[in-house]
């Protein structure tokens, strides 16, 4: 078992005791108006000591359920453990956020850019300096993210195969699905991987949209792990659900046939078979109307609600059991 000293944390250039609350500022650059933009980071410790639990989103500043998840946790005052450190982080990708971005304003996606470089773009710049200030500190790491662009994704931890610490984790949290996936080059939780810190990727709902129930799966998931690790207060309430996360091990994206309107047909979430009406597509002049049918058995967790699409997108990702899963189709959007 690991023993944790009851000992100052220096973090940021400041002195942080057991016991003590303190809010610091990651600050990295201005905006072209000199405007300074500094990035909060909320840092509760307990007066006994014990792990510390790093907390991000807004990795992507267009991911908002991520962010109302961290919100909602810090203002329920879940953050402060019963032992241990907690350090919270709800929008690490503030330019981004303030645009309602996905990336940077140099068009870089932060997550394709760590660990980071001292002196390439400002994505990077922000990698690095986070990679070396705060996430050594870090003995486990959450970060919670969103469907990019039109794509809702359905409640679900990431974790890569093989992995079966991390995996045991992943139950301790408890979504509605874990789903295996293998690590991105330059992502935050290949680099959480690299630095030997169990890091588990919370995937939900869609981006520049708030969903309740997306925002209490991640909150619940948060009290879960933090209760296994005994970080929890007393005064909170853990949760339980009799339903079992389902473990999808194999999966792919089914891609548009045909360019025009998309009308979805089944939630996220569901479980089809093979040849199940999924959708239609049409053109807007009404002599066109394909039905999409479900290629096999499985879970659909995630579903692209755009109204209009081209041929060749991703409209659904469904679990299978007899597909390898291919570079193209585990790609994250």
Known sequence: MTEYKNEDLILLNTKISPGESKTLNFSIAKLYTSTKIEIPVIVERAAVPGPTVLI???IHGDEINGVEVVRQFIAKKMNRPKRGTIICIPILNIFGFLNAQR?????KDLNRKFPGTKHGSLASRVAYHFTKEIVPYADYCLDFHTGGASRFNAAQI???PNDTKLLELAKVFNPPFIVFSDLLK?????TCHDLNIPSL???GG???????QIAKHGVHGILRVLKHLDMLQDSFEVPTTETKSV?????KWLRAQKSGLLHVKVPCHKHVVKGEFLATITDPYGTMRFKVLSPNDGYIINVNQSP????GDAIFHISTENTTITETEQEDF
């Open 56 to 58: 991000t989103a807004g």
């Open 158 to 160: 990431r974790v890569q």
């Open 308 to 311: 209009i699409i081209y041929q």
């Open 201 to 203: 990727l919370f995937e």
């Open 247 to 251: 473990l999808i091990e194999k999966s």
């Open 206 to 212: 869609k981006s520049l949209e708030s969903d309740k």
């Open 103 to 107: 990336e940077f304003p140099d068009g």
């Open 186 to 190: 330059k992502s935050y939780r290949a």
